[in-house]
Every structure is written in C-alpha cells, then in structure tokens.
C-alpha cells in the first residue's frame, strides 16, 4: 500500500500550509486516515486522524488550528493548518489504517520560521 504525501515547507509563524496525501482507493473508502508528525529525538505523534464515517480527533496541541478532512472522489486525506507555530516544525507522515494493518506514507516537511 502505498501512501503520497505532499505539501510540505518553509512557512512563517502565524501561517497556513495544506498537506495532502493520496491513498489507493481499495483502501481509502474503509480505513482510518491520519496525520502523524515527528522531530528528530522525539517519538512520532498523533496530529489528527479521521474515520470512513468522518469522525476526527486531534492533539490538544493543533486544535482549533488544523482541521483534517477527506476527499473521498479523490482518495485523498487532507491536513489544512493554521496558525502555525515554530514548534510544530516536524515531519509528518500521513496514515492509513486498514483492517486492523498500519501504512505509512514517505513523510513531508513542514518547517515553520519564527
């Protein structure tokens, strides 16, 4: 299963990048999909992940600032950030769950500059 991930960058404090990742359709109508960041020495984390039937949950740290959705004609997975702050500079990897099997996608880097 292969997972694309993109949208990555440089954006300043206080600003909004849109990341993307594109899933198989044989699995994006019934898998959990999910953003998950890391910074080097630090375990990965949940960002925000969304259900087939639309249901979200974020980290404490992004809500009210990002917002996940999914495009289901598409098979994409969406993560709309705001309001960025230096420390959510990370990588973040997008996820899929399915049937009870965790994919991962390369992992895109979001770098914000105070």
């Known amino acids: 299963v292969q997972l694309q991930a993109s949208g990555g960058g440089l954006v300043q404090a206080g600003g909004s990048r849109r990341l993307s990742c594109a899933a198989p359709?044989?699995?994006?109508?019934?898998?959990?999909m999910g953003w998950y960041r890391q910074v080097p020495g630090n375990q990965r984390e949940l960002v925000a992940i969304?259900?087939?039937?639309?249901?979200?949950d974020y980290a404490d740290s992004v809500k009210g600032r990002f917002t996940i959705s999914r495009d289901n004609a598409k098979n994409t997975v969406s993560l709309q950030m705001h309001s960025l702050k230096p420390e959510d500079t990370a990588v973040y990897y997008c996820?899929?769950?399915?049937?009870?099997?965790?994919?991962w996608g390369q992992g895109t880097l979001v770098t914000v500059s105070s």
């Open positions: 359709r044989t699995i994006f109508t019934i898998a959990a």
């Open positions: 969304i259900t087939s039937a639309d249901t979200t």
């Open positions: 996820n899929a769950i399915y049937r009870g099997v965790s994919y």
